[in-house]
């Protein structure tokens, strides 16, 4: 399977403890994108990067939010102290970037959180 | 700002009716938009990508069209079948890359 892949697909946590999402983008893609979606809403941008650079943040991710992709591969999104507000749906997207017009985005099958 | 919305939230026809969802965005300096399916605890599929020049694209059963000047697309579902059940949602893209969403259609085709 070449598509994006995300780990772990469901996690159960506790509030204030902190949990590490991975994903994995398809192979050689240069953009990593990651949006949080609620019950009946579409998804909500978070962060972004091209290569191994954060080139934009939305003002949702609050300080204990913390994004990386150190080799410019695969990407992990951290939250500490979680939160009940945090449950989510955690996607993952992937592209190569040709020009802009042209981007189409790639997602994974998603990160479930639930925060009790 | 841009604001996407999408109209009507959930829709359900009978199997074989052709159908039109329709988004709607604010800001018309937009790269391109998609349109996707997402099905339940899913993540999303892209369906079809129209770029900011161009009217329309199709792909099967499936056509979507651009309005850019008044903020508008739809995607029209022809001969629709149970198995097109599932959350359609548009995104426009901006120019850093970044997809804003609408908060989708539910579509439910009953046989």
């Known amino acids: 399977d070449t598509g994006v892949s995300q780990d772990p697909r469901h996690k159960i946590t506790k509030r204030g403890q902190n949990v590490t999402f991975r994903c994995d983008p398809i192979?050689?893609?240069?953009?990593l994108y990651w949006y949080r979606q609620t019950l009946g809403q579409g998804p909500e941008f978070l962060t972004y990067?091209?290569?191994?650079?954060?080139?934009?943040k939305s003002r949702l991710l609050s300080d204990r939010f913390s994004a990386e992709r150190p080799k410019g591969s695969f990407s992990t999104l951290e939250i500490q102290r979680t939160e009940q507000g945090d449950s989510a749906m955690y996607l993952c997207?992937?592209?190569?970037?040709?020009?802009?017009?042209?981007?189409?985005?790639?997602f994974g099958p998603g990160t479930r959180l639930l925060v009790l | 700002k841009q604001e996407v919305t999408q109209i009507p939230a959930a829709l359900s026809v009978p199997e074989g009716e052709n159908l039109v969802l329709n988004c709607s965005f604010t800001?018309?300096?937009?790269?391109?938009l998609q349109w996707f399916r997402q099905d339940p605890g899913k993540g999303l599929t892209s369906l079809l990508l129209?770029?900011?020049?161009?009217r329309e694209q199709t792909s099967g059963r499936l056509n979507a069209s651009l309005d850019k000047s008044s903020g508008r697309s739809t995607l029209y579902i022809a001969a629709s079948q149970p198995g097109d059940s599932a959350t359609y949602l548009c995104?426009?893209?901006?120019?850093?890359?970044?997809?804003?969403f609408g908060q989708g259609t539910t579509l439910q085709v009953k046989p």
């Open positions: 997207a992937s592209s190569l970037d040709p020009a802009g017009s042209q981007e189409t985005q790639y």
């Open positions: 192979s050689e893609h240069n953009r």
């Open positions: 990067f091209q290569n191994e650079a954060q080139l934009e």
């Open positions: 800001d018309s300096a937009i790269y391109n």
């Open positions: 129209i770029q900011s020049s161009q």
């Open positions: 995104a426009v893209r901006g120019n850093t890359g970044k997809l804003i």
